[in-house]
């Protein structure tokens, strides 16, 4: 958040505030975040209130999950949510990655592994609302998360920081 303030301006919140799914709050955010997501098991008030606050306006950003299994379990999961909206990757054309800053390249590599390609992945609505951006295989908020550590390479940090501007930008004005 504090990237966010500094670089749009954005009177951005700096606190984390965790909320599930089944409390009225979540309404209050019009950006949700997820991580490791292959081990989610969505409860049927969950699975319909994820899907009220998609289609409400709000968005998700489902990052740090990797693999075949955590893929088809997440995969499920939004199916529960959306049987007829299936997951489609984001061409480098979609506008979420030239919204803010040009990172059309998508060539942020994940921390954790070479042999992973990474994918960026999202969910419209009936209007063409991008409602979601899921990046699988990658981990972008861990360049975030150790970005004030000397050994984390400065030009990674922000290059991931233009991806989380890039989300939080787009959602707020689509």
Known sequence: MKIMTEVTKLDANPGSHIISF???????????????VGFMNLSEEEIRRMGQYLLRGGFLIVDDFRGERDWSRFRYQMRRVFPDRPLEEL???????????????????????????????????????????????NDIS??????DNPMMPIEESNEAYKYGVNYVMYALTH
């Open 91 to 137: 061409p480098r054309t979609h506008p979420i990655w030239t919204c803010f800053y040009d990172i059309s390249n998508l060539a942020l590599e994940p921390l954790y592994s070479n042999f992973l390609v990474p994918q960026y992945f999202g969910l419209s609505d009936d209007n063409g609302r991008l409602m979601m951006v899921v990046d699988y295989n």
């Open 142 to 147: 861990e360049y975030w998360e150790w970005s």
């Open 22 to 36: 089944q409390n009225d709050d979540c309404y209050k955010y019009p950006i949700a975040y997820l991580c490791e």
